[in-house]
Every structure is written in C-alpha cells, then in structure tokens.
C-alpha cells in the first residue's frame, strides 16, 4: 500500500492510501500546530514496531475509519468487512495511537527515550493494557526513523507530497457466505480513529 502525505499551507496536510485492492483513502490532517503530521508519525511508529494491526495495518487490510473518503470499486461487503477489521485490531489500534503520539512527541519535544517509555508505561498502566513490549533502544531508532522522515517532509514544498510504502502484507479476515467473519469475535459497533 503507497501511502502519500500532500503538504498544504502553513502546517496543513492530508494523506491518501492506495490500498493493493486498487481502493484509495483520503486521511483528512487534524493536527495543524505539528510540524510533524500525526500520520506521518503513526506510520513510522507502526512501521517500526511492527504494528500490523495498528491504524496503517487496519487500513490495509479494508478499514474505512470515520471522516475517509473513498475513491475505486470496492469488494461486496466492505462495509461489514471494515467493521469487523476495526472491532478486530481495536486494540492493537489503541496501542498503536499510544505509540505514535510518544514517538511524534519524543521528535516533536527532543525527548529522551527513557522519558518516552516512562510515559508509555505510566499510559499503559492506566489504561489496564499491561507495559508496551519496547525498550529503550528500540525506542530511540523509532525516535530517529522518524526524525529522518519528518526531514524529508519538511523538504516537501506546499501542493506537493511524500509517499510512503506500508511494508506489511495486508490481514485477511475470513468472511462467511453471510458477509460475517467467521470468528465470533468479530462483531460490534464500529470504533473511531481519534487524533
């Protein structure tokens, strides 16, 4: 899947998504104060950690999260599909928004990386999710992955972008004749992606 960030003015931005199924997405940029965009820094978190079922991995696999437009033929049942993606990674996608908002704001305030996971476990513990499986070293390449790519966003001139290819193969879920998932657990309403 290329994933592309297109520069606006001032510090305003939007992605899309060209999944392997042909679909794209449009990502509206909520955070205009960051001279890092928050996706920018989902991907290299998620990128980085190996979140396959983070928000990038869930978009991959068909997630179509509030606020995305969609542009090419969808698969039959791609809603229901999308809705069970999102109740299946719900999790991991929390993990996942917990990780990049500290990687983006380890760049973003020069943390170090020992503060960062600080954070995360303080985060983690309060949310009941258990401590994010990352070290400190780990912590710091992520940090430094994303400083690269942020360099070469802030090279991009307004009207034109940076593409990105999500390395994960996307996850199939298994669907019944009935268009649900074969697994249980896989029903409900479906979640949000809050910045």
Do not use: C
Not at 38 to 53: C, I, K, P, Q, S
Not at 75 to 86: G, L, T, Y
Not at 171 to 193: F, T, V
């Amino acid at each position: 899947m290329d994933v592309t960030f297109h520069r606006l003015d001032g510090n305003r931005y939007f992605t899309t998504a060209v999944r392997d199924d042909g679909v794209t997405v449009r990502i509206p940029g909520f955070d205009r104060t960051s001279a890092v965009p928050h996706d920018l820094a989902h991907f290299v978190a998620e990128r980085e950690f190996g979140m396959t079922r983070g928000f990038w991995g869930s978009v991959a696999a068909g997630a179509l999260f509030t606020n995305m437009p969609v542009e090419g033929r969808q698969k039959p049942h791609a809603a229901e599909r999308s809705k069970q993606i999102i109740k299946a990674h719900a999790v991991d996608i929390g993990i996942a928004e917990a990780v990049a908002a500290a990687i983006h704001d380890a760049v973003e305030d020069d943390l170090a990386p020992e503060v960062v996971l600080r954070r995360l476990r303080a985060q983690s513990d309060s949310a009941g999710t258990g401590p994010p499986p990352m070290a400190v070293t780990e912590v710091r390449a992520a940090a430094a992955a994303l400083r690269r790519e942020a360099e070469r966003w802030s090279a991009v001139p307004v009207g034109q972008s940076l593409t990105l290819t999500w390395p994960f193969p996307a996850e199939h879920i298994p669907m019944s004749r009935s268009g649900k998932a074969r697994n249980g657990r896989l029903s409900g309403k479906q979640a949000r992606y809050r910045h």
